[in-house]
């Protein structure tokens, strides 16, 4: 029924829309990834010296709605911005809230597992005694938790590639779900 709906709005119009491509797309991604690197050391620092559960919520809340702020708001990350790309709904205009949250769901439900993970080792007693990033992993048997978590994630981008490579319209998975294109300006 999907395809029935986008062959509707197919008119002379749409069938100049350029879509965004892999490449682009993976740049998009690395450039939102350096400017989220930059709280790496702060979430570092903050399980080996600080301990703040301030500072963890605060991180954990930025990683969380950076992608969907920014692609509700403007309509893409920073990282979309500068390779020209944009988020648009199946009328190629502004997606809605609600589509923006279902196609990031993925990376919410995972930025609110890794937060679960982190307040149940900030709670453990052998937190505040741990001063490296090893020993922060060994905590609570976290580490067990988190690769497997690690694992599935993979398997999610791993489908989503495949889903953006295997189609006309360089649509992944998440852009399905939450019935949105990317396009090139």
């Not at 930025?111 to 900030?122: A, M």
């Not at 609570?140 to 497997?148: D, N, Q, V």
Request: charged share 15%; hydrophobic share 50%.
């Amino acid at each position: 029924m999907e395809n029935s709906q986008q062959q509707d709005l197919l008119t002379d119009e749409v069938l100049y829309v350029r879509y965004g491509t892999f490449w682009p797309r993976f740049w998009a991604i690395f450039l939102d990834g350096l400017i989220l690197a930059i709280l790496a050391p702060i979430t570092i620092y903050n399980r080996t010296e600080w301990k703040s559960f301030t500072l963890l919520f605060i991180v954990s809340f930025i990683q969380i709605v950076y992608k969907p702020f920014f692609e509700y708001k403007y309509g893409a990350t920073p990282g979309k911005m500068a390779l020209g790309l944009t988020v648009v709904n199946y009328e190629f205009g502004q997606a809605s809230l609600e589509q923006i949250i279902i196609r990031n769901i993925f990376q919410i439900l995972s930025g609110v597992i890794v937060l679960g993970l982190s307040i149940y080792t900030f709670n453990q007693p052998d937190f505040y005694f741990a001063s490296t990033s090893i020993e922060y992993s060994r905590i609570g048997y976290t580490a067990i938790a988190t690769f497997i978590w690690q694992i599935l994630m993979f398997a999610i981008v791993l489908t989503d590639f495949i889903f953006l490579v295997s189609s006309d319209d360089s649509r992944c998975l998440h852009d399905r779900m939450g019935k949105t294109f990317v396009i090139k300006d």
